[in-house]
């Protein structure tokens, strides 16, 4: 399980170009459809836990499916299978990125990556928009959230505050509602 963990983890690490959100689609067919490891559910479960956790995303999201899987074991399995191809990668830009920084090529190849990098990360959303349930009713809350962050300049951080309150508002209102109906009820003979 350990070294099924390490490598899962090393090959979302190693293939992906362009951040956290781009990982998504790759993470979840690897722990989704191709392991088995989540449901659907519990992918998008441990995709908002690690998107609310400061930190980088998809350290989260190995350190919360490496804690399910294999406990504090599987932690340091998953992480260290996120993180050293990354880290190498790096660490060899840096060294050669005096070389090829005004390169034109190199710059047309990285405008040509963008929209890829859009496309990759607008796909698993609609996706996970299906899985989540949300509806017409709902729809309206991520739309007014990307509206608020990218017009008016609002901090993301505002908006995250603003769900958390939100969601439990909504939840304490709605648990008062199920049970007044639940008391309102009389017991039949």
């Known amino acids: 399980m350990y070294r099924q963990l390490f490598l899962s983890f090393w090959k979302i690490g190693a293939f992906t170009i362009g951040g956290g959100y781009v990982m998504i689609p ?5 722990l989704v459809d191709r392991r088995g490891w989540l449901s659907r559910e519990e992918f998008l479960d441990y995709m908002s836990l690690s998107q609310a ?34 880290i190498a990668l790096i660490l060899l830009l840096a060294i050669f990125f005096r070389f090829f920084r ?19 990360i607008a796909a698993p959303v ?3 928009a299906k899985s ?7 729809l309206w809350i991520p739309v007014v959230a990307a509206l608020l962050i ?14 958390i ?20 009820v009389s017991p039949s003979r």
């Not at 790759?26 to 690897?30: K, S």
Request: glycine share 10%.
């Open 53 to 86: 956790m400061p930190g980088v995303f998809a350290v989260n999201m190995a350190t919360c499916v490496g804690r399910r899987l294999g406990g504090m074991k599987g932690v340091v399995c998953a992480v260290l299978g996120n993180i050293l191809m990354p």
């Open 102 to 120: 005004d390169n034109v090529i190199v710059d047309r190849i990285f405008m040509g990556l963008r929209p890829a990098v859009v496309a990759l």
């Open 132 to 138: 989540a349930k949300l509806s017409w009713s709902t």
């Open 165 to 184: 309150a939100g969601g439990l508002l909504w939840g304490f209102i709605k648990n008062r509602h199920d049970s007044s109906q639940s008391s309102n």
């Open 150 to 163: 990218w017009l008016l300049g609002v901090s993301p951080i505002w908006i995250v505050l603003a769900a």
């Open 126 to 128: 609609f996706r996970l």
């Open 26 to 30: 790759i993470m979840e067919q690897e």
